[in-house]
């Protein structure tokens, strides 16, 4: 109570004095707070109880007014005596030996307000950083303590002049050389340079000559006070041996049990990874610890998931950003069982993914290949690879959500090498030993289990949604480069091949022979514009006279694929071809944002340049497609959608190969290839010889509709629902190509003048 009268008293007295000048009135509160360790005998009572704040503050207050006072980056003599007389350091020496108690707490705030209130640079002066850089160390050294909070303000606040300011971090990258800063105990020999008669002059606390106990003896190749080194162009080498202590006592807070302390010590850390200094960020993935942090926290959120959830609940749990997770364990636990762990999970797996984000590219690619390498193989990959079906159902599910959130795209390139393989060279059938997680996948696509395939199948649709030409490259165009599924001989040598082809003629020429597509004129392949042609270019005249008839040819052949007794969306309203083309229109406007970054081609390669010396392997993605598409009318109505929701996305992307090869019927097969259409002309062959098996099936087909519409209940059983399903989804799927072939060929096609 007697202090804080004195302290008043203190106040009162200052606001009825005559007004000194600035510096004389700096000076006076300096000496004040030196004369309390001359003076003060109890060294046990409280910051609290002494003027030492009162003082600091004022000193701040006048720093802040002779700035205002003065042009922009003026030094006027109250900072001058600042930093002439080594008051940081002095500062410092009191804070690390928390003279009086809390005095640590006072020092940090100084710094704080100094660094953040003066607008002019001060970091660059060896008399700011050098003590910035030891009261750095101090921070995070005990877990808990009472000081975090303007530790980490601290910290925060060095971290924001640093993006202001990017090449200053090189005073803070530290040789990692010995060091001599003063103890706690040896402020009794400071407590003597106070007594000193010159205190408050050039030789203040002793700490205008170097190597005094006030001053701390730091090596002189840490800090280099040379005007190279003060303009940042005295960078330490990549590969020089160094300390960041910014980020080492920043990762030490991440630790702390008080999750705002964490969360602005991540901030921090993202501050300091997108600094675009070489040298930083070399330190800041090979040392510092930050690669530990991030994957070692993943992996412990992700040991803590339970080893069975519902993959809907996965899918559904509402979208996390990191450092915003309010919540509540009762209304956890309600929801289902791992909520909090999975919440907790995806809110780091945000922060790593906004973390590289925004780093700098060379840690950025640092970053994200320590995520890959020290989580994704040795943690998520076993997951994956397990044959227990309740196992892969949900690490397949979270691999799901995970790929659904990575944005960065350091982070999604290392995520698809992980999944995928590095490998863009021609696929072979045989040739996926050596990357067996891949293989694994697309095997899981044609899984026993439906729900596994479901899974899965989701998980390939998702990653061709991202913006990673690797993935198209990897799974399906590098199989498409040569266009070797293309007949390449002479019309006669072919009919006389076809006629000692045992009587197995391939899809091409069923597909001609065929008298449902009779219609269906060859004479008219070699004429649609740009990369929707397959077939060399002709004169503009033809084009001009026969472009949009080949476009309606495809498209009718497309519509007119099922035949009408198998036809039931003509009798329901709202389910015409028209109502795919918005959706088409749309989504291709989209893929094209993506992939025109990407340099594909405008048309198909040449044939006379192609290669000829492998056959034509259409690669196990597309296989494992096209084998299920060829059971559309034996599978479970989920696992048709998502196969032909996959297909579909293939034949969006506007890659001339992917086009003709999904979406050209007239396209000359080469022997033992087959391609979407042919894959559905044989289903709808076995769909014909069975449509005569089923009693009334154009009644139960749109009973069927209509229940999968709701728009009729399931009061009645219906036999050969699976069949039904399929022949629907079989009709959607085909009007759905029609209208992106439709789509696609106005999208390439010239304006008319």
């Not at 002059?201 to 205008?208: D, K, L, N, R, S």
């Not at 000692?500 to 001609?512: F, T, V």
């Not at 498209?555 to 795919?580: H, I, M, R, W």
Request: glycine share 6%; charged share 25%.
């Amino acid at each position: 109570m007697f202090s804080k009268f004195t302290s008043i008293l203190q106040h009162a007295v200052e606001a009825l004095a005559p007004s000194l000048p600035l510096q004389e009135d700096f000076v006076y509160h300096w000496k004040a707070i030196t004369h309390y360790y001359i003076e003060a005998s109890d060294d046990k009572a409280p910051v609290t109880d002494t003027n030492i704040p009162s003082h600091l503050e004022q000193m701040l207050d006048i720093l802040t007014q002779e700035e205002g006072e003065r042009e922009s980056g003026e030094t006027g003599p109250c900072m001058e005596y600042l930093l002439h007389h080594k008051i940081l350091e002095t500062l410092y020496t009191l804070g690390k030996a928390d003279c009086p108690p809390g005095m640590r707490q006072q020092v940090l705030g100084f710094y704080t307000k100094l660094l953040g209130r003066i607008r002019q640079p001060l970091l660059p002066h060896i008399n700011v950083h050098r003590p910035v850089q030891k009261l750095i160390r101090l921070c995070g050294e005990v877990l808990a303590a009472p000081t975090e909070n303007e530790e980490i303000q601290f910290l925060c606040t060095v971290c924001a002049k640093l993006k202001q300011d990017p090449y200053l971090v090189n005073f803070f990258l530290e040789n990692k050389a010995k060091r001599g800063d003063i103890k706690g105990s040896d402020v009794e020999g400071l407590k003597e340079d106070l007594s000193s008669p010159d205190t408050g002059q050039q030789g203040h606390m002793g700490v205008g000559q170097e190597g005094h106990v006030g001053v701390g003896q730091d090596d002189p190749a840490a800090f280099s006070s040379s005007p190279a080194h003060e303009g940042g162009a005295s960078a330490l080498p990549s590969n020089s041996s160094s300390n960041y202590n910014l980020v080492s006592s920043l990762l030490n807070l991440t630790k702390s049990p008080d999750g705002r302390i964490v969360v602005k010590a991540c901030e921090g850390l993202m501050l300091l990874a997108s600094l675009p200094e070489d040298a930083a960020a070399h330190t800041l993935t090979e040392s510092a610890g930050l690669c530990d942090l991030l994957t070692g926290r993943l992996t412990t959120f992700y040991q803590a998931l339970p080893q069975s959830m519902d993959p809907l609940d996965i899918d559904t749990v509402e979208s996390v950003n990191w450092g915003l997770d309010v919540y509540t364990l009762k209304e956890d636990a309600a929801a289902f069982t791992g909520k909090r762990a999975l919440i907790s999970f995806l809110s780091w797996l945000d922060y790593c993914d906004q973390l590289i984000k925004e780093a700098q590219k060379t840690a950025a690619t640092r970053l994200a290949r320590a995520v890959r390498d020290h989580f994704f193989v040795p943690v998520m990959e076993p997951q994956l690879m397990q044959t227990s079906e309740v196992g892969i159902l949900t690490s397949t599910a979270l691999l799901n959500r995970i790929i659904r959130q990575v944005t960065s795209e350091a982070l999604l390139q290392e995520t698809v090498y992980f999944l995928l393989g590095e490998e863009v060279g021609p696929e072979a059938p045989a040739s996926v030993a050596h990357i067996p997680l891949r293989h694994r996948l697309i095997g899981h696509c044609d899984h026993l289990s439906d729900e596994i395939s479901i899974m899965t199948l989701r998980l390939f649709e998702q990653l061709l949604q991202k913006p990673c030409q690797h993935i198209l490259q990897n799974l399906v165009l590098r199989c498409l480069e040569e266009r070797s599924y293309t007949e390449r001989r002479p019309p006669d040598e072919r009919d006389e091949r076809e006629h000692m082809d045992n009587g197995q003629p391939h899809d091409a020429i069923d597909l001609e022979e065929d008298p449902l597509f009779s219609d269906l004129s060859p004479d008219t392949r070699h004429s649609s514009p740009d990369w929707f042609s397959c077939s060399p270019q002709q004169s503009v005249e033809h084009a001009k006279h026969d472009g949009k008839t080949e476009v309606h040819k495809i498209v009718n052949s497309f519509l007119c694929l099922v035949p009408d007794e198998a036809k039931s969306s003509y009798q329901v309203e709202g389910t015409g071809y028209d109502t795919y083309l918005r959706d088409a229109h749309r989504q291709f406007r989209d893929y094209c944002g993506i992939c025109q970054r990407w340099n594909w081609p405008s048309v198909p390669k040449p044939l006379e340049t192609c290669c000829l010396d492998h056959p034509f392997f259409e690669g196990h993605f597309l296989k494992v497609l096209f084998d299920r598409m060829g059971r559309v009318l034996d599978q479970p109505y989920d696992v048709n959608l998502q196969v032909t929701s996959v297909l579909s996305r293939l034949a969006l992307l506007p890659h001339p190969h992917l086009h003709e090869y999904l979406l050209d019927p007239y396209i000359n097969l080469a022997p033992g290839c087959r391609s979407l259409f042919s894959v559905i002309v044989r289903v709808v062959g076995d769909l014909m010889l069975r449509i005569h098996r089923v009693p009334d099936f154009t009644p139960k087909l749109l009973l069927v509709r209509k229940r999968l519409l709701g728009l009729e209940p399931e009061v009645l059983s219906v036999d050969h629902v699976t069949l039904l399903e399929g022949v629907i989804v079989l009709e959607e799927f085909c009007k759905e190509l029609a209208a992106i072939a439709f789509v696609k060929f106005h999208a390439s096609a010239p304006a008319s003048p």
